[in-house]
T-cell receptor, first 115, second 114 residues
Framework: DADVTQTPRNRITKTGKRIMLECSQT?????MYWYRQDPGLGLRLIYY???????NKGEISDGYSVSRQAQAKFSLSLESAIPNQTALYFC??????????????FGPGTRLTVL | DQQVKQNSPSLSVQEGRISILNCDYT??????FLWYKKYPAEGPTFLIS?????DKNEDGRFTVFLNKSAKHLSLHIVPSQPGDSAVYFC?????????????FGEGTQLTVNP
């Protein structure tokens, strides 16, 4: 079984709809992240959480919100989706006890299309 | 401002030859650099990293070189194999309170031809 899972894997929605993307992990990591990938722009950080009570904005948080329901669950919401939020979304986790580069482990991604 | 930049969107090499992927950065406060590989329909997976106090790190066919004075790092794959065909992302970690936040480059699509 995958250590980091994302649901749904694909979603098509309409402008103005509320969407929630969910991420779960079984790695026991305390830190979780949401990124979006756009062609030619790489991965950009939306929000990150270092523990259940710690939520931080990333580079591009406008139009998004998050909820850390438990150590293992981190969800991303688009309150009113717009077409330029069409992208590939990745959840990632890391362990603060791991030294060095704090390697992050990624989920398989959610492809979101906003019409 | 793009703090981590991969100027080559794509690279094509012949099987058995060396692949060299490049990455430039602007922030001198980065203390760790990582490379990730991404196949279609999958999430990125960690490949290799290097601390800013080193200039080389090797793991099998993969070697990362860091030139701090030029703010440049490169990933060498020798010999290249068709299974190495993927998008490669360079990432950098900021020192201090930003903790494990990573800043990613745009990615380079590597194609290894049989």
């Amino acid at each position: 079984d995958a250590d980091v899972t994302q649901t749904p894997r694909n979603r098509i929605t309409k402008t103005g709809k509320r969407i929630m993307l969910e991420c779960s992990q079984t790695k026991g990591h305390d830190r979780m992240y949401w990124y979006r990938q756009d062609p030619g722009l790489g991965l950009r950080l939306i929000y990150y959480s270092f523990d259940v009570k710690d939520i931080n904005k990333g580079e591009i948080s406008d139009g998004y919100s998050v909820s850390r329901q438990a150590q293992a669950k981190f969800s991303l919401s688009l309150e009113s989706a717009i077409p330029n939020q069409t992208a590939l979304y990745f959840c990632a986790t890391s362990d603060r006890r791991q030294g060095g580069g704090n390697e992050q482990f990624f989920g398989p991604g959610t492809r979101l299309t906003v019409l | 401002d793009q703090q981590v930049k991969q100027n080559s969107p794509s690279l094509s090499v012949q099987e058995g030859r060396i692949s060299i992927l490049n990455c430039d950065y602007t922030n001198s406060m980065f203390d760790y650099f990582l490379w990730y590989k991404k196949y279609p329909a999958e999430g990125p997976t960690f490949l290799i990293s290097i601390s800013s106090i080193k200039d080389k790190n090797e793991d099998g066919r993969f070697t990362v070189f860091l030139n701090k004075s030029a703010k440049h790092l490169s990933l060498h794959i020798v010999p290249s194999q068709p299974g190495d065909s993927a998008v490669y992302f360079c990432a950098a970690r900021g020192r201090g309170t930003s903790g494990s936040r990573l800043t990613f480059g745009e990615g380079t699509q590597l194609t290894v031809n049989p």
